[in-house]
């Protein structure tokens, strides 16, 4: 792509999308380039710090490392965007804390000011979805589809963090139902389909993965038999973590569980961007679709190939 | 004694707990609480307590009157942070927020997993990330990282050590560094004392 | 009472004697700050010849003790310094007037709210706020000039808005004690809410039974006018002289004509929704709300009327009453008093989204649970599922929809009925069906009124419903358009679920849509929950603070129908109290012209809200008629050449008040 930009976005890259779940980074960077986004990076950038974990050890801590993390985009002079939802959650609860709470504010800066940093409040976090929602707007981005996906069924994940807290989010307080996924994910012609407790949390946040990783994988259970209830063909989710329990989480409930769920789990669970990127006609190397080695172990745990299956002869 | 004085006689009033823990309570801001109704809309939302023993409302409950025991209680480190009781309080209580600041004050006490222990002091502390990619154990994601034409370390922390050592300076003025060595000694007298008890046990 | 003194002659050019009381108010006011000192303080403020401190002002003894002074010829303007004027400034007027000084000559300090209450932690900061207030009092009394209080005729007749149980009792009573009444209701039948519901707690007496006999005693009395489909429009005058224009919408049927045959519903070929019925039965386009209604006129609904023509057609309405270009038409009445009864909107819960109302078909509310209840409902009075017409086996109700919720949206106060109102409807299902199983989920069980915990007894121990204490979190869809319910059973300290045929949300009552309309017209105030508000929430639960106005009914907050009964009754007597006495005292708080100040310009005329300025041509002034002026000063402020002084609030007073205020700044901690 040439030339002049239409958004420019800083990258907040997070933990488990880069060192684990890489495809997602590629999509996301494909995307957005695609779509006339310039993507910066944030160099030096570290854990935002997960919300549920690192705040729940020690308020501060988090409040201060993400404030550092948002000065590097505010260096930049471009508002963030991240394509996690704890990130998200860090990143978004943290500016809007800061810009409401001058205490806090002024207790920040005194620590960040021993780094010859300072948080301002200059730019705005902002989740990949909603860059795409509302920053470039569905007829923008349906602009691009080349492909539509007339049978694929979708079981949409939205998380919790990229709704709640609904008042420092963007929605207009929509937490219970909201459609803005559903929306986006709808344009490349596939059906969102309804299931019961969609909005259910995935299981791995608040330090609960990290704590007893049965618990989490009981989550994931429930939504499973939901979604496979459903007769999804894939889960669409817009966070890495959610997305780690959902395709490693598979695997943990076919473990723990396997008394209990009857057949194996085997739900392909896809990254929003990933999705996207192929009825934009990108390259499915560059979306992280393609297996081009021979490591084991690595991610995805469940593997994709139905899905690939299932949309092939669109893609011709 | 008669077994049946072991097995039904259970004298447990409840006392006026700790008011050093009752006060750190007030420091925390959990005031916020005490408009609670007790009406069950946290705990009812809540996906958690659907299939494990963590209740919102009691862990609420108990932080309101001051009992300790829920700091000790891996209770509340079953809370995913989904934000529904905190989204449908009828007395619009941060819920989630004040669990989070509970979980505070137990690290503040010494009550972490081990595994959050580890997380927090070994990875996050060292590395700056909470999920890593460098060092031996993690050759493979790098490598997965360039089987998609990306660079084997992404430009974070990871590729900046100069960066790792500001959050780490960071870490240290904000007060974490004290708050996980003190929890590290904590720790270190608990295993000691257990393991004086299983001597003298023996 | 003693008698009233010949007046003292005060002319404002005479030396100020003022004489100053400090009020202990029991430990109120003497509990925070030394009143001795306060007393010594008010001593040192030029012009004041006394000080005096004493336990209560307000009893007989503070009150001799001011009428003592006055009559001593030892002071000619009184200062109290004690509670909010709104308690007791008519009380120590009255003392003034009766030891035969000028009421206007008296002044107030209030110590106690803005003093000791706010401040019982901080008695120093207490006590430098009552000096302040006592040096400003002080200062305004030197000011104060004798004023003459105003006298207007009261119009026997009263102005009743909304025709619901309160407004029909209001005017029964009103009329029987021979004032004209003026009934509008805005919907096309008298009766209100209380004509939707079936039987009523706790006496379980059917509602219609009860209530339509006052609705047809109100149509035969003679000194009730009702004015159905009408709205009030235009409200102005005062106290004793309201002029008031009502609009009567057009019925597009002539009811000097139309014999309530009731020929053309069935000849209609339009059905819709029925409101009354709360879109679960149907009407046509033309319809009478109900056949009880009153008065039984029919109306069409020219939001629904397609312009078929058929109703007009000689062989279906053979009076030919059918007027399809009626046009509304506006009457101006005069009434001394105005009740308001315009009760109450049921609160939507489609904005809580986590209970389905709006998702799932078989959740409803309780206002239509009761239609569903109702024998002469859309169901006749056996409850079905709207998804499949089939009696629910299981029902939960929870309680406090919309009430008690701290959120945005929601309605902070408890509602009131609706503990009473579910356990009603949950019996009265039980009796239909014994071996259903129904649930009410509460976070507490209000059964407060005569007969109500005793009826909520009997709810659980002889129907054997089961209350479940917890709020509910959310419900799902199961199978056969069930709904599945998420709880804590917090007495038990459980999560549970339970499967449920129907769901009834017990939703609260509401402020109505329109109040602040209404509240406008009439210039009456409404409190945070949105509903009007009364005078005093103890001892003028009836007025509103504009003379002559009062409230009834849940108009005033949510209360059940003995409450609204009750309190109809007082606004009625109330009201007839005031008219009964032929004329009241205004306060002579009106503007006056300064007539050779005054240029003519006219600014103060537009911008008067109550039209109170004429204009003398022959003079070129502006002239202020005081029996409309409300004294806003909205005047006073407006006009360029200083002309307009407002009684009892001149510029000149305010002045002296802020002089004082400022010039000795004592309270060093910035009021805290
Ligand atoms: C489901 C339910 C069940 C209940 N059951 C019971 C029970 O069993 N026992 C009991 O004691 N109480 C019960 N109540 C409470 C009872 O309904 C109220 O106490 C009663 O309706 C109050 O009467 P009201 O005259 O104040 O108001 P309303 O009944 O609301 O009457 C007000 C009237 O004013 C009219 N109006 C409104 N605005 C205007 C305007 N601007 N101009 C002209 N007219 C206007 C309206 O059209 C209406 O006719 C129940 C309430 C509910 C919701
Ligand atoms: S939802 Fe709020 S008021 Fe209800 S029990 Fe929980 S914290 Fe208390
Ligand atoms: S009456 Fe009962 S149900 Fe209604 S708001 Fe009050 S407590 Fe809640």
Request: proline share 5%; net charge negative.
């Amino acid at each position: 792509m040439s030339g002049e930009k239409k958004w420019r976005y800083a990258f907040f890259l997070g933990c488990v999308a880069p060192n684990r779940y890489p495809m997602i980074e590629s999509s996301i960077r494909a995307v957005f380039d695609h779509l006339g986004a310039e993507i910066l990076e944030m160099e030096g950038a570290s854990c935002c710090p997960a919300p549920g974990v690192f705040r729940a050890f020690h308020i501060p801590t988090w409040l201060v490392i993400a404030a550092r993390n948002l000065t590097i985009a505010e260096d930049l002079g471009v508002d963030v965007i991240t394509g996690c939802n704890g990130c998200y959650g860090t990143l978004r609860d943290a500016w809007y804390e800061l810009l409401h709470e001058p205490e806090l504010k002024k207790m920040v800066n005194e620590h960040l000011a021993k780094v010859g940093r300072k948080f301002k409040g200059s730019i705005e976090p902002k989740h990949i979805v909603q860059a795409l929602y509302q920053d470039m707007g569905l007829d923008y981005v349906k602009g691009f589809v080349k492909h539509k996906f007339k049978d694929l069924k979708v079981a949409v994940h939205y998380g919790c963090h990229i709704l709640k807290p609904s008042d420092k989010r963007p929605w207009g307080g929509d937490y219970e139902n909201p459609r803005f996924l559903d929306e986006i994910v709808e344009i490349t012609g596939a059906k969102s389909i309804d299931y019961k407790d969609k909005f259910m949390c995935c299981g791995a946040g608040g330090a609960v993965r990290t704590a007893v990783k049965e618990v989490a994988a009981d989550f994931s259970r429930e939504k499973l038999v939901n979604i496979r209830d459903s007769g999804a063909d894939i889960i669409i989710d817009c966070c890495p973590f959610c997305h780690l329990q959902l395709d490693l989480g598979q695997m943990e409930a076919n473990n723990y569980y396997k008394d209990i769920i009857g057949e194996q789990f085997k739900v392909p669970v896809i990254y929003l961007t990933q999705l996207l990127g192929l009825s934009f006609g990108i390259d499915p190397n560059e979306l992280g679709l393609i297996k081009n080695h021979e490591l084991s172990g690595v991610s995805p745990f469940i593997p994709i190939d139905p899905f690939i299956e299932k949309i092939k002869e669109e893609l011709l | 004694m008669s077994d049946n004085v072991e097995k039904y006689i259970k004298r447990k009033v409840y006392k006026k707990e700790n008011s050093r823990i009752a006060q750190k309570f007030v420091d925390a801001g959990l005031e916020k609480i005490r408009s609670c109704i007790n009406c069950g809309t946290c705990t009812g939302s809540c996906p958690s307590g659907r299939r494990t023993a963590y209740r919102t409302r009691s862990a609420i409950r108990k932080a309101l009157t001051g009992d300790e025991s829920v700091l000790q209680d891996i209770d509340i480190w079953l809370c995913t942070t989904c934000y529904y009781c905190y989204e449908r309080c009828p007395r619009n209580i941060p819920v989630t927020d004040m669990i989070i600041k509970l979980r505070n004050i137990a690290v503040e006490e010494g009550f972490i997993l081990d595994n959050h222990f580890t997380l927090a002091n070994d990875i996050f502390y060292e590395t700056g990330h909470g999920v890593p990619a460098n060092g031996e154990g993690n050759k493979k994601w790098r490598d997965l990282r360039e089987s998609y034409g990306l660079p084997p370390l992404p430009p974070t922390v990871h590729t900046h050590p100069e960066a790792l050592k500001e959050c780490q300076e960071l870490m240290k003025s904000v007060g974490f560094r004290d708050l996980m060595d003190n929890v590290a000694e904590k720790k270190k007298q608990e295993r000691a004392e257990q393991e004086k008890e299983e001597v003298k046990e023996k | 009472m003693t008698e009233i003194q010949k007046e003292i002659k005060v002319r404002a050019k005479d030396r100020p004697q003022i004489g100053v009381y400090v009020c202990h108010c029991g430990i109120n006011i003497a509990g925070v700050v030394d009143v001795v000192k306060l007393k010594d303080y008010a001593l040192s403020l030029p012009d004041v010849v006394l000080a005096r401190e004493y336990k209560f002002m307000c009893s007989d003894n503070g009150q001799k003790m001011i009428k003592d002074d006055i009559e001593a010829g030892l002071i000619n303007r009184v200062v109290v310094a004690a509670c909010s004027p709104r308690m007791h400034e008519p009380t120590f007027r009255l003392t003034c007037k009766e030891a035969g000084l000028n009421q206007f000559l008296f002044e107030q300090a209030n110590i106690r709210e803005h003093a000791t209450w706010v401040n019982m932690q901080d008695p120093e900061g207490a006590y430098d706020i009552a000096k302040d207030h006592i040096r400003m009092a002080v200062a305004k009394s030197r000011k104060l000039i004798p004023l003459q209080v105003q006298k207007v005729k009261v119009e026997p007749s009263c102005l009743i808005i909304g025709a619901g149980i309160a407004g029909m009792n209001s005017a029964l009573d009103l009329a029987d004690e021979g004032y004209k009444v003026y009934l509008v209701e805005r919907s096309p039948t008298i009766g209100g809410h209380m004509a939707q519901l079936d039987k009523t707690f706790p006496t379980m007496d059917c509602s219609a039974c009860i209530l339509t006999p006052r609705m047809v005693d109100v149509a035969r009395k003679k000194n009730i006018e009702i004015m159905s489909y009408s709205e009030v429009v235009d409200v102005s005058g005062y106290v004793g002289n309201f002029e008031v224009t009502i609009m009567k919408k057009p019925h597009y049927v002539d009811q000097e004509k139309c014999t309530a045959c009731g020929a053309c519903v069935e000849s209609c070929p339009v059905t819709c929704g029925n409101e009354f019925d709360l879109g679960m039965g149907t009407r046509k386009a033309i319809y009478i709300p109900f056949p009880q209604a009153v008065p039984g006129q029919y109306t069409i609904d020219m939001d629904k009327c397609i312009k078929c023509g058929i109703c007009a057609r000689i062989d279906v309405c053979e009076p030919e009453a059918i007027k399809y270009d009626d046009k509304p038409e506006y009457v101006k009445v005069n009434v001394g008093t105005i009740i308001v009864a315009t009760g109450w909107d049921l609160y939507d819960p489609t904005e809580l989204v986590q209970y389905g109302y709006g998702r799932f078909p078989n959740v409803i509310t309780g206002l239509q649970m009761e239609r569903l209840l109702s024998s002469f409902g859309p169901v006749l009075g056996k409850p079905v599922r709207p998804s499949d017409g089939k009696a629910p086996h299981t029902i939960a109700f929870l309680q406090c929809v919309g009430s008690r919720n701290f959120r945005e949206g929601g309605n902070t106060y408890c509602s009131r009925v609706c503990c009473m109102y579910a356990t009603k409807q949950a019996r009265q299902y039980k009796e239909k069906h014994p071996e259903a199983e129904v649930y009410i989920f509460y976070m507490d069980i209000r059964a407060f009124g005569k007969g109500y915990e005793e009826f909520y007894e009997s709810a659980a121990e002889n129907y054997g419903i089961k209350y479940i204490r917890g709020r509910i979190a959310e419900v799902y869809g199961g199978e056969n358009d069930s709904i599945i319910i998420r709880a804590e059973d917090t007495l038990l300290q459980t999560p549970i679920e339970i499967e449920v045929d129907m769901f009834v949300l017990s939703c609260g009552l509401e402020a109505r849509a329109d109040s602040d309309k209404v509240s406008s017209l009439l210039s009456i105030q409404r409190s945070a929950d949105g509903f009007f508000m009364e005078a005093h929430p103890k001892l003028k639960p009836v007025d509103t603070l504009t003379d002559g106005i009062f409230v009834a009914g849940v108009a005033q907050g949510p209360k059940d129908i003995p409450d609204t009964v009750a309190q109809a009754k007082g606004a009625a007597s109330s009201a007839a109290a005031l008219m009964a006495q032929g004329e009241v005292e205004i306060e002579p708080y009106y503007s006056v012209v300064i007539e050779h100040l005054c240029s003519g310009c006219r600014s103060c005329q537009s911008l008067c809200p109550f039209g109170a300025i004429d204009f003398d041509e022959f003079k070129k002034i502006a002239v202020v008629n005081p029996a409309l002026c409300k004294g806003c000063g909205t005047c006073v402020s407006a006009c360029p050449s200083g002309a307009m002084v407002q009684n009892h609030f001149a510029n000149f007073q305010l002045d002296s008040i802020i002089n004082v205020a400022l010039k000795q700044p004592t309270v060093e901690n910035g009021g805290k």
